[in-house]
């Protein structure tokens, strides 16, 4: 379970600063899940910027975290670091443009990286690649059904998995710069 919210600030049309909180519930899951289900509180802070290549979007995402992971069985948090880069492009169907109610295909691949106290053997902790068909209500609401290969390298850098998730999402941007 995820829940993620941030207030943005528009550097440029193309550019965009964002801080943020997110509040996560991380259940045993997969090949070689997690001893017990854990809270995790996450402050993050993130760089996007936006490109058009032909009928391409292009969006480069970079984001800090940091993370208070619970310590199941007690009342203890631990902290980590990491560093997120999401290249994510965006292609209409049936139109040159991502216009309103019409489908698109979008897709990502994002490592993730951790830095500072607490890493293990490997600093890459994962990578996610993503394919989803999508549907624009509106420049600020979307919908998309899609597939997600996330690939887990756990910390002791020798054991690793492959997730594949089915991941529903609806994005909703709040535009109060009007």
Do not use: C
């Not at 880069?85 to 490592?111: K, Q, W």
Request: avoid cysteine; charge should be positive.
């Amino acid at each position: 379970s995820l829940m993620r919210v941030g207030l943005d600030y528009y550097v440029t049309e193309n550019s965009m600063l964002t801080s943020g909180y997110g509040w996560i519930e991380s259940f045993p899951y997969g090949e070689q899940p997690i001893a017990a289900t854990f809270t995790e509180h996450r402050i993050w802070q993130q760089w996007v910027i936006n490109q058009r290549v032909r009928r391409l979007y292009v969006n480069h995402r970079y984001r800090l975290e940091q993370r208070f992971l619970e310590q199941p069985g007690t009342d203890d948090y631990v902290f980590r670091q990491r560093a997120r880069y999401r290249l994510m492009t965006i292609l209409p169907i049936g139109h040159r443009d991502l216009t309103d109610h019409s489908f698109f295909l979008s897709a990502y691949a994002e490592p993730f990286i951790s830095f500072g106290k607490g890493v293990g053997a490997n600093i890459l902790g994962q990578n996610r690649l993503y394919l989803a068909l999508g549907y624009r209500v509106n420049p600020q609401v979307n919908f998309q059904l899609g597939y997600l290969n996330q690939y887990v390298i756990k910390a002791d850098g020798k054991r690793h998995e492959r997730n594949h998730d089915l991941q529903i999402g609806l994005t909703y941007n709040l535009d109060l710069r009007r």
